[in-house]
């Protein structure tokens, strides 16, 4: 019974506040209106909002020359702008005192109630309320819309058919980073080449390729790839499975018993995959083996893609392994 009277003096208190603004004693002294800094104030919030829009845009296009610096800014500006429209509610639009007392015992419903009256009286300064609260919901909306922008980085929410995409399609050429096409007789044993496919973007993720090259006795493809591997050259996608790192190192098989078999190995986080099983995984965190691109040689000894890659390139995600790789042109 206790706490329920309490609760009832607290609604009954608050109530006749909220009904009788123009009743009640007033706690803290009115303050002078300041019209000039409310519209400072305006100005702030919208620079805000306007600097936050523009990291929006800077970093959805993601066609700026020094993007990343362009992002600094506007994020920067937005956030400044926002701090100085505080500071200026604090300085010279907020009714300020300094009390003495020591504050009440806690749970005093009456102290409670007159909280909120000095919370509330303490904006009695304010005269444009509507103006000045729709540019605080225009910056503030803005601002949390930059900042949840880079999640569209993590990719595709619904739709990850793009995820899938390769540059490669049956008779695209390898190339060097030159642009000079690869001849199958310049693959040696015991090293491996990076080579991009010939008249295509080289930034794109399935767009590099490592070509190694083993005996054809020790291939142990699955028998849909028997010809994916012509005198023993086999192509893998450089980009790692595990974390889209790129591959850097080509482990030789130097000690039999530790190393049974040739392999390629990302620097990152050691995932490494037996390139002569069809890319699979032989230890690290990857989940998945790596994607095999078939090759076949020209009339001129030249290699040229057999087909798409085995599978998706690039990390893993959400069913990934339910669809193959699309060349260009494919609907599939």
Not at 54 to 68: D, K, L, M
Not at 280 to 300: E, S
Request: hydrophobic content about 40%.
């Amino acid at each position: 019974m206790k706490k329920l009277r309490r609760f009832a003096f607290i609604f009954g208190a608050a109530s006749g506040t909220l009904r009788g603004k123009g009743h009640r004693k007033r706690i803290v002294e009115k303050g002078e209106s300041d019209p000039a800094a409310e519209l400072w104030l305006v100005g702030l919030l919208l620079l805000s909002a306007i600097f936050a829009v523009g990291f929006i845009v800077v970093y959805a296009t993601g066609r700026w020359p020094h993007r990343t610096q362009y992002e600094g800014i506007a994020l920067g500006g937005s956030l400044a702008f926002m701090a100085a429209a505080l500071i200026l509610v604090a300085k010279r639009l907020i009714v300020t005192e300094e009390l003495t007392e020591e504050y009440p015992e806690e749970e005093h419903p009456k102290e409670q109630v007159e909280v909120n009256q000095i919370v509330r009286e303490s904006g009695s300064r304010f005269t444009r309320r509507k103006l000045v609260g729709g540019a605080a919901t225009a910056a503030g909306g803005a601002l949390g819309l930059a900042l949840v922008a880079p999640a569209l980085s993590l990719g595709p929410a619904l739709d990850t058919d793009e995820l899938r995409w390769s540059p490669w399609k049956r008779g695209t050429r390898l190339v060097h980073e030159d642009g000079a096409p690869f001849s199958a007789s310049e693959i040696e044993k015991d090293t491996f080449y990076t080579a991009y496919p010939e008249h295509e973007p080289r930034s794109d993720i399935a767009a590099p390729v490592v070509i190694v090259r083993l005996d054809p006795s020790e291939l142990r493809l699955p028998p849909e790839r028997k010809d994916w591997a012509p005198l023993g050259i086999l192509a893998y996608s450089k980009i790692c499975t595990h974390a889209g790192c790129a591959l850097g190192l080509y482990r030789k098989p130097m000690f039999p018993p530790v190393e049974p078999s040739p392999a390629l190995v990302c620097p990152c986080h050691y995932s490494t995959f037996d390139v002569a099983d069809g890319g699979n995984v032989l230890f690290g965190p990857a989940g998945r083996a790596l994607p095999q691109l078939p090759l076949m040689i020209d009339r001129r000894g030249r290699l040229r893609a057999g087909g798409n890659f085995s599978g998706p390139v690039g990390p893993s995600w959400w069913g990934v392994r339910k669809k193959p790789a699309v060349s260009p042109g494919d609907n599939s």
